[in-house]
């Protein structure tokens, strides 16, 4: 697990291991320009190890503005030029409506609930 304190929250952040080019990247308090280095550094550690789709779950992220939002884009583009993108996994309701108003909910490769229900639609998106 890594984290990073500046500022006036800390985001942890526990990496899967890659497993068919996925990887679960689970996030863990606030995710702001003070934390944002942090998910971009491990997101990157994990396409350089072969990972081209990330499912960020944000299950227990406590707060993300706007640069956290924006990171999520970053990190899709760059999984993007290797053949893959992000699915956004259980991010809270706010969260949800950011997405949905700005039309980010539409940049992904999915939002979804849970953790298993992003796996079934990759499954599925791969059957089709």
Do not use: N
Request: proline share 3%; net charge negative; glycine share 10%.
């Amino acid at each position: 697990m890594s984290a990073l304190e500046l500022g006036p929250g800390a985001l942890y952040v526990t990496a899967g291991p890659v497993l068919s080019g996925v990887a679960v990247l689970t996030l863990e308090g606030e995710l702001d320009v003070y934390t944002r280095p942090i998910l971009l550094g491990r997101a990157r550690m994990l396409l350089d190890d072969g990972a081209a789709v990330l499912i960020l779950d944000m299950e227990r992220v406590s707060f993300a503005d706007s640069v956290g939002l924006g990171t999520f884009v970053t990190i899709h583009k760059e999984a993007r030029a290797v053949g893959g993108g992000v699915v956004l996994a259980a991010p809270r309701e706010t969260d949800r409506k950011t997405l949905a108003i700005t039309g980010l909910d539409k940049v992904f490769l999915a939002v979804c609930e849970t953790v298993a229900e992003a796996h079934a639609v990759l499954r599925a998106q791969e059957a089709a």
